[in-house]
């Protein structure tokens, strides 16, 4: 499933899920087998030669495309961060359900496609509708007695309107891997990685969020303590978050200057600033923010750390976006530990 | 190194670092292919023909002993809990260096051997030393440029007068294993594991602590930010703790009644009181405690909860041992996360 090269760790099998080591961060690429993958349920295997995209409106007309239709159209190229909302689960106390992810469930890499608002302005009655659901042909169970399903999501209309959401069919320049979502993705740009929809088949104009597993018991934000079954918040736009990638955890190195350098994102907006302190969070210094480049796409900071003496230090890292949103210290805790985005700390030990 | 049916979690394979799941202490008794492994070196290969146990006094005179005739001495046999100083580190936060235990660094086992005040008796001018060190034929370097030495600890001359206080040769009345020390371990009841020295090949009357590496710079709590290399505060007696052995973070029960249980224990005393919370720490109930049977055995604990709505739960198990001492809803952090007695919370679900 994926290259014999590829540096990812697992977590899980099956489904496949493997996490990025952060050091693979380091260089400003990210090759296509490095990337982090979360599946829902088996990766399907597609005949590209039956494949179609089916596309149905409110009225119920639609219209299908094969592969080499889609590729007509106008060809639009982002280059976007997709975190998964699980990621960072391992730091989350107290324990909460889920796969541990450490923090390497985040990759940035350039995607190219047909942008959605290109196919919905083939379908009528746009203006009635308030969400558009992407439906992947994946499917399974997910032990609730619930019958098997087919992973899906909506988003609201106005997201799915955005030039930059599209229907990706290359990463990085090359096709698009199966693992990742061959032929079609649906690439939500500034949303956690679960509404970016793989092996797409299917897009439907509906007039209320869908009300799928995932989308209504799953990627939601469930309070500590809780008798409900249905929660109002749905897991959406990424926050501001930032890693440190080039120390490790524990890591032991010589007195002197280090450079340490990382990346920060959000989806509610840029980054602002990043921050970093080496004394466990009493002071803070502003660090070197690269130039801003795109919007959807992560930000490298590095900073200069002068040490002269041996000891045992706390490196913290934190980002605060244009709209002023900062890291917390701790994140609001929830039941699946969703969009933990807590100040990074990496404890070193200068000898 | 271990049998194959083994269902230890591997950790590190140079040093062998090996963790018990939780689900086996749900069942009284531990097999000695279950029980954890913290190794700092290479499991040495063992000549028993060769072997012989080196004790020096004070003075310098000493006594050599063969295996065969440390097998002369009365036998005294003690059931022990053993938790490695690291365990449960994976639920420390922020993040600390050392390697990520689960809750599974933790194993009880019937232990028989010399009691160590036996060979004490042998050896002159007891009165005028205050520890004895124990070193282990393990070896190598842990990296800070120092040379290569011996595992080896000291403890305070009272506590290896303790009449418990072991060189064990039997390990559930089977020949104690290679990983676990074969052919003599020092048992050191009431301390974190890293106080019971494995392959002991010499006892050294000495007259202050041992400053080797992993007594001196090592076994020590750090505090959060430091620029000192010396600490005084060693890591020695266990501290009051509980965990849940009979339910899995996020697992998905069915409404009705939960036997809940689990273990508890503590270096500085017997557990005088288990206590339980479902609604993530807002009230508490007391558990049932099985009778007392080994001042340094855990002890189980097990409670009845009925559930009838579906829901998210957290539940929480808090031990008090006979001083007092509670279990913190967090740890005193510390730079390599030693000791982490923090409450233990498993989230689970009703469905």
Known sequence: MTANNSRLHTLSQVPLVLETPLDVFDANEIANEDFFIRSHFDVPDINIGNWKLRSIGLDGYGVDYTYAQLM??????????????????????????????????????????????????????????????????????????????????SIPLSKAMDVDTILAYEM????????????????????????????????????????????????VYVP????????????????????ITSIKRGQRLKAGVQTIHGKAWSGAGTIQKVEISTDNGNNWQITDLAQFESQYDWQDWSYDWTTNAPGCFLISVRATDSLGNVQPKYFDWNFRGFANNGIHVVPVEIV
């Open 72 to 153: 007509e159209f106008p060809k639009h190229e982002v280059t976007v961060t997709l975190e998964c909302a699980g990621n960072s689960r391992s730091s989350v106390q107290p324990s909460c359900e889920g796969m541990l992810w450490n923090h390497g469930g985040v990759g940035r890499s350039n995607w190219s496609g047909v942008s959605v608002q290109t196919l919905l302005a083939q379908m009528g009655h746009i203006s009635e509708s308030t969400h558009v659901l992407f439906l992947g042909c994946d499917s399974g169970n997910e032990g609730y007695d619930s019958p098997v399903s087919n992973y899906g999501m």
């Open 172 to 219: 990085n320049g090359e096709v698009l891997p199966q693992a990742h979502g061959y032929p079609m993705r649906l690439i939500v740009p500034g949303w956690y990685g679960m509404a970016s929809v793989k092996w797409v088949t299917d897009i439907r104009i509906v007039d209320k969020p869908h009300d799928g597993f995932h989308q209504s018991k799953y990627y």
């Open 224 to 243: 500590p303590e809780t008798q409900e079954t249905q929660f109002p918040e749905r897991v959406s736009v990424m926050k501001v978050k930032s890693l």
